[in-house]
C-alpha cells in the first residue's frame, strides 16, 4: 500500500500539522523547495530514496512516550480497536478484545504494517482517501463495511469499521480503527 500512499497529500498534512515550512521540509530531505511544492500538488512523485525518506520523516513513531497516554486508552478499551499510524499502517496500540481476535501475539505485530491484512472493501476505501480530503485535515472520521479477509493469522471479519484519524504528539497522524454494530 505505501507505493500508493499519497505521499505529497500526507506530506503537506504533516507540514501543516506541525507548521513547518515547504523550505525547511526541503532542507531535511536535501531538495529544493519547489521539489516540495510540485510534491505536494502531486505534479511530480518522488523517486523511491525520497518517497522512503518522506515516509520516515511522517511515520508516527513505534512506542513513543508522547502518546502514552492514548496508547493506554486503546490497550485498555473494551471495544474492539487497534491505532495504526496513517502513512504507514504500521500497528501502534490494540486493545485487548482486538487483540484477542488475531491468532499472532500482538507484540509480533506492533510496528508491522497491518496492510497485508486488508480486505478488498478495506483497499478500495484506502485508495478513495485521497479524493475525499483525508489528507487535508487532521480529523477525519469514514465508516465502511468489509467482508472477511479469510486469514486465520490476523482475521478481519465481515461487519463495519470506523476509521479516526488523531493528531499525535509528534505530528504525525495516528488512525483508529474501531469495529461497529
Do not use: Y
Not at 18 to 37: H, I, T, Y
Not at 56 to 62: C, D, K, N, Y
Not at 69 to 79: G, I, K, N
Request: hydrophobic content about 40%.
Amino acid at each position: 500500500m505505501l507505493s500508493e500512499l499519497p505521499i505529497g497529500l500526507a506530506l503537506r498534512r504533516f507540514r501543516r500539522l506541525n507548521r513547518v515550512k515547504q523550505s525547511a521540509v526541503a532542507g531535511l530531505l536535501g531538495v529544493s523547495q519547489g521539489c516540495v511544492s510540485r510534491w505536494e500538488s502531486g505534479a511530480h512523485r518522488p523517486e523511491a530514496a525520497q518517497r522512503a525518506r518522506i515516509v520516515r520523516l511522517i511515520s508516527a513513531a513505534v512506542g513513543s512516550d508522547h502518546d502514552a497516554a492514548l496508547r493506554r486508552l486503546v490497550e485498555t478499551s473494551q471495544h474492539p480497536v487497534h491505532l495504526v499510524c496513517d502513512a504507514t499502517h504500521r500497528l501502534l496500540a490494540a486493545s485487548p478484545s482486538r487483540a484477542a481476535s488475531w491468532r499472532t501475539d500482538v507484540s509480533e505485530l506492533i510496528g508491522r504494517s497491518l496492510w497485508p491484512f486488508a480486505t478488498p472493501e478495506i483497499a478500495a476505501a484506502e485508495a478513495g482517501l485521497a479524493e475525499r480530503g483525508w489528507f487535508e485535515r487532521p480529523w477525519q472520521t469514514l465508516a465502511l463495511s468489509t467482508g472477511g479477509n479469510g486469514r486465520s493469522d490476523v482475521p478481519v471479519p465481515p461487519g463495519r469499521i470506523l476509521w479516526e484519524t488523531l493528531p499525535l504528539a509528534d505530528g504525525r497522524v495516528g488512525r483508529l480503527t474501531t469495529t461497529i454494530g
